[in-house]
């Protein structure tokens, strides 16, 4: 099974700067209401989900896995969260919301299960 810990410290590094980028300009944007910094929190968090589903599906073994499920939910999530960045469509928001929440818990049911 593939996971997070069995990517290139390049990949990990890019992901764990990534996820810092977006919480500092998450912060920045709930603490100011800058309307143009929240739009990049969420283009950053759309990203970051769909590069890391991206890369569960790309990188687990081919068939229908909890992995390959969850970077499917992962990269969905992103996909929905890039479109309310574009249509503000607050359905798009809910769906971005399960689906990476769904993502994240299938990912951490395949680690536990592999260890």
Do not use: H
Not at 56 to 82: D, M, W
Request: with cysteine.
């Amino acid at each position: 099974m593939s996971t997070l810990e069995n990517a290139s410290e390049t990949v990990q590094r890019a992901m764990v700067a990534g996820v810092v980028l977006y919480f500092a300009v998450f912060i920045y944007a709930s603490v100011t209401g800058d309307p143009t910094a929240q739009i990049g929190a969420d283009v950053l968090f759309g990203i970051i989900a769909l590069g890391v589903g991206t890369f569960l599906i790309l990188e687990s073994p081919r068939g229908l896995s909890p992995i390959v499920a969850a970077g499917s939910c992962l990269a969905a999530g992103g996909v929905a969260q890039l479109g309310l960045v574009v249509t503000r469509d607050p359905l798009l928001d809910l769906v971005a919301a399960l689906a990476v929440f769904v993502g994240v818990g299938l990912y951490v049911y395949a680690v536990w299960i592999a260890k």
